[in-house]
């Protein structure tokens, strides 16, 4: 097992350890790929949607927030083209009978010959102390030869994509070779598409009941109440929709934990432009985003990824790549979407949908600029990045979660060293006063080394110990999770410090 999958792993069995995150329904053996957050988790994830809201909203004169509901008309799935275009193309293996998604089979195929390149260019970087990565990539026979070979199948991958060239795909699939990772066997069905929105019905009798769908994303939400916000909110354009809420899609193949999941959480914006103006505001939101996930801290762990195939209603796109323990995988879509949502709203429901701009004196249909991040990716690339296991000098080894401080389910631990001399009182004293702005957790059982590493494994970042002293001056011992270093602070002082402490990076 690779050290990353070994990570993975752990990550997973550490969240349902510590109240992240259980499987759904568990007691029924689960549902497959939905999951509930359990007690530290939903802290985790309410902490990162306000870090959003609050860049994203608070921060913005110009983006105003909205929370619209998950059923919405039928014909806004036709307009916007969920209804006949929301597919992915799906393979059965006749042999284990195991159903894929032919397009992840494709790109998986050329992530292992990526993966070939990177083995020759790490072993090269060792043999080499001042090791040109660029130029060994230019120069060296063997990487020059399976990057030509991506090259090639990545083109008729991108020509059966964009043509929905579903034989095409599944020629591609026969003449890589590619094999069923359960069976081994090639023994493939026809690629057929399959439409990943999930429908129920609304109204109690059969014959007045009508289909509507679990909506596959918010930004619909967003688009039919343009004109509402725009009025009654007196916005003027540029400005900015704003919405976080859960979304619905029945994944083909749905794996990796809370990466891809059947429900899921997204936080989106629509910005709306000028037409004309749009690409200018696309890289403006580009650079927008990467700073918020940089304020994160670990800069190396994201990337940009251009779309070349771009989707029916966008003119540039851009994915904000994490590398999160199975490589480097989308967390964030950054698209320019046109007019299109708008006008096919205009066009199905018959009422006009444009904007009077005052300054050019004539109406139009705006532009949109769309920013759109999963909040269960963002959950899951904050604790994936943050699971340390560190060797200590007494030879221990402690298991610690370096999350942000300001994301962390609790900020801080109060603790008594010992049940006795009314340690107890003083420190309910202390937490009753932290309470009030800080999430705070006590605990008095065990010895406090016991206590500090139960700390360090939900990620709390500051531990304020109560002992004799504290009886006798009033100060406290605050011990540092990062460091594990410890200081002395007068209990007139943590309010202040702990505040300070916990300001995360300016944007
Ligand atoms: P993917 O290519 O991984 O399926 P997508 O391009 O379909 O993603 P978008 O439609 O752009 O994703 O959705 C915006 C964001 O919503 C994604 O960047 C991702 O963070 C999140 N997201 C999409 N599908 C899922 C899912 N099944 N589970 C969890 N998060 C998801």
């Known amino acids: 097992m690779s050290s990353n999958e070994d990570l993975f792993k752990k990550v997973i069995s550490h969240s349902k350890e510590y109240g992240f995150i259980f499987p759904s329904s568990e007691i029924y053996d689960g549902l497959s790929a939905v999951y509930d957050y ?43 083209g969920h209804v006949d275009a929301f597919n992915d193309p ?8 195991k159903r894929y998604r032919a397009d992840v089979l494709i790109e998986d195929y050329i992530q292992k010959i990526e993966d070939k390149i990177q083995k020759e260019v790490d072993k090269a970087a060792k043999r080499f102390e001042n090791f040109d990565e660029p130029m060994f990539r230019q120069t060296n026979g063997r990487v020059l030869e399976y990057q030509t070979r ?7 991958f991108v020509e059966t994509m964009s043509a929905n060239d579903l034989i095409g795909m599944k020629e591609l699939i026969d003449d890589l070779g590619i094999v069923c990772p359960v069976s081994g066997s090639r023994n493939w069905t026809e690629v057929r598409q399959f439409n990943l929105m999930f429908a129920t019905q609304m109204g109690s009798t059969t014959d007045t009941t009508d289909i509507v769908y679990l909506r596959p994303e918010t930004a619909q939400g967003i688009f039919v109440n343009f004109l509402n916000v725009q009025k009654t909110g007196r916005m003027k354009i540029p400005f900015g929709i704003a919405q976080t809420g859960k979304a619905f899609r029945n994944e083909i193949v749905a794996r990796q934990f809370i990466f891809r999941m059947r429900e899921f959480e ?9 037409p004309g103006d749009e690409i200018k505001w696309f890289t ?8 918020w996930h940089y304020s994160l801290g670990n800069e190396k762990k994201y990337r940009f990824h251009d779309h070349e195939k771009l989707a029916h ?13 199975f490589g480097f995988k989308e967390l964030e879509g950054i698209h320019s979407r046109t007019d299109f949502d708008l006008n096919a709203h205009q066009q199905f429901s018959g009422k006009k949908i444009q904007y009077f701009d005052p300054e050019l004196n004539e109406s139009y249909v705006p532009y949109v600029v769309e920013t759109s991040i999963g909040l269960d990716r963002m959950f899951l690339a904050i604790i994936s990045n943050s699971y340390k296991e560190e ?9 610690v979660m370096n999350i942000p401080s300001f994301l962390s389910p609790y900020k801080v631990a109060v603790l008594p060293l010992v049940k006795k001399d009314g340690m107890s009182e003083k420190a309910y004293e202390i937490l009753t006063d932290l309470q009030e702005d800080f999430n705070c957790q006590y605990d008095e059982k065990d010895t406090i080394g016991r206590r500090y590493r139960r700390q360090d494994a939900i990620g709390t970042p500051f531990c304020l110990t109560v002992d004799n002293q504290t009886m006798e001056d009033n100060t406290v011992t605050i011990r540092y999770r990062d460091t594990m270093k410890q200081d002395r602070i007068h209990v007139n002082d943590i309010h202040t410090t702990i505040k300070t402490l916990l300001k995360p990076q300016k944007i």
């Open 266 to 274: 997204q936080m989106e914006m629509q910005f709306f432009v000028r």
């Open 150 to 156: 991506i090259n090639e199948i990545n083109k008729r």
């Open 313 to 325: 209603y966008a003119n540039a796109a851009t994915d904000i790549e994490f590398e999160f323990p």
């Open 284 to 291: 403006h939101w580009k650079e927008e985003r990467i700073k």
């Open 90 to 97: 799906l393979i059965d293996n006749k042999d284990s009978k």
């Open 391 to 399: 060797q200590l000098e007494d030879g221990t080894v402690r298991t």
């Open 38 to 80: 359990g007690q530290l988790g939903v802290e985790l994830k309410n902490n990162i949607k306000q870090y959003w809201w609050k860049a994203m909203v608070q921060m913005h004169e110009n983006i105003v927030g909205i929370d619209t509901a998950i059923f919405m008309h039928p014909t806004v799935w036709k307009a916007s």
